[in-house]
């Protein structure tokens, strides 16, 4: 039996909802309505999943509807803002059932594990193509921003960068490993774990935070331009899994874990007076958290190599209009 449009919204998107004083309206009206308590600040981001731009043709319908959301609440996580409510927009080639059933349930876990709920979208039939907007919220005046970085703040990121890079290195054939650690690398391009919980405890301790999507160079630069200042690195102390360190050479070097996208770390900036705090909010993570650089007066980015000398990444992250 052929699945319309509302077959397809009623079937797999709408879900009784939980109990939320601030849902007035969900799916099935023109819009969804949204009471905004006071002294807090509605946070909103979108971002597209592109069939063969943003994940591989190949990718399983389940782990793009979590990694839709995942890049979302990663934006959330990067302004220290709480998920609250997503809306989908689902261009599809058809409507295939089974392929509806699996992206649903990517999609869902990951909203069920932050309590974010679905309240609408959009569903037309074309090259595939998955939009998510995002909304949270966050006490006014608190959110991280990427121009608060001053000199002299440390550099952190969150987890271990580059591994995403190598997982499409694997699925383009260019590396081969294991069976064991393969399956560990697609789970770090596949599943990215969005550091909400990190991005909420940064506020009032981060100067200026953003979420690594095209790579660290290129996101820490965000932060540079906005602060308008400048930041050297230290490579040896980039957070890398065994995997990756073990065979950096063969994957590209430092270039990788520099310009490599899809990590969804985090990345921020915190004033030496702020350590002390730092250090006791993030001992109750179990992933790393490792300062890597310094902020400072002069502009740009210098990478600085073990034996001191400099670093010039070759290329600074994923572009979609520059070739
Ligand atoms: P309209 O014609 O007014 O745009 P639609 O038929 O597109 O209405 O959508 C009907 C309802 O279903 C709306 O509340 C819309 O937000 C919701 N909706 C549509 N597509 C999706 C989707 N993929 N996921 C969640 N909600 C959806
Ligand atoms: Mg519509």
């Known amino acids: 039996m052929a699945l319309s449009e509302l077959d397809i919204i009623e079937r797999y998107f709408t879900r009784k909802s939980g109990h939320d004083p601030a849902l007035i309206l969900g799916i099935g009206d023109d819009a969804a309505l949204l009471r905004i308590p006071e002294a807090m600040e509605l946070a909103v981001s979108l971002d597209t999943l592109v069939v063969g731009v943003h994940f591989p043709v190949e990718t399983q319908p389940a782990d793009i509807g979590y990694k839709?959301?995942?890049?979302?609440l990663s934006d959330m996580a990067a302004m220290g803002a709480e998920p609250r409510w997503a809306t989908l927009a689902l261009t599809l080639p058809e409507a295939n059932a089974n392929w509806l059933e699996n992206f649903s349930k990517g999609f869902f876990e990951l909203a069920d594990r932050y309590r974010v709920q679905l309240i609408?979208?959009?569903t037309s039939r074309g090259p595939l193509s998955i939009s998510v907007q995002i909304h949270g919220l966050v006490q006014a005046g608190t959110a991280l921003l990427r121009s608060g970085a001053r000199p002299g703040d440390l550099i952190y990121v969150t987890g271990e960068l580059g591994d995403a890079g190598l997982a499409l290195?694997?699925?383009?054939?260019?590396?081969?490993?294991?069976?064991?650690?393969?399956?560990?690398?697609?789970?770090r391009l596949n599943r990215p774990e969005p550091r909400v919980e990190h991005g909420l405890a940064l506020r009032g301790i981060a100067s200026a935070a953003i979420d690594l999507s095209d790579g660290l160079a290129a996101d820490l630069g965000h932060i540079l331009e906005a602060s308008k200042l400048g930041a050297t690195l230290r490579l040896?102390?980039?957070?890398?899994?065994?995997?990756?360190?073990?065979?950096?050479?063969?994957?590209?070097?430092?270039?990788?874990?520099?310009?490599?996208?899809?990590?969804?770390?985090?990345?921020?900036?915190?004033?030496?007076?702020?350590?002390?705090?730092?250090?006791?909010?993030?001992?109750?993570?179990?992933?790393?958290?490792?300062?890597?650089?310094?902020?400072?007066?002069?502009?740009?980015?210098?990478?600085?190599?073990?034996?001191?000398?400099?670093?010039?990444?070759a290329s600074s992250g994923y572009r979609h209009f520059v070739r």
């Open 120 to 122: 609408g979208g959009d």
């Open 68 to 72: 839709a959301l995942a890049v979302n």
């Open 236 to 313: 040896q102390d980039l957070p890398l899994s065994s995997t990756l360190s073990t065979m950096l050479e063969q994957a590209g070097g430092w270039g990788l874990p520099l310009s490599a996208g899809d990590d969804y770390e985090l990345c921020f900036t915190v004033p030496r007076t702020n350590q002390n705090k730092l250090s006791k909010v993030m001992e109750q993570f179990s992933c790393r958290c490792t300062c890597i650089g310094v902020i400072e007066d002069t502009p740009g980015l210098r990478c600085r190599l073990p034996n001191g000398e400099l670093f010039e990444p």
């Open 169 to 187: 290195l694997l699925v383009q054939k260019k590396i081969g490993l294991p069976a064991e650690q393969t399956a560990r690398l697609m789970m």
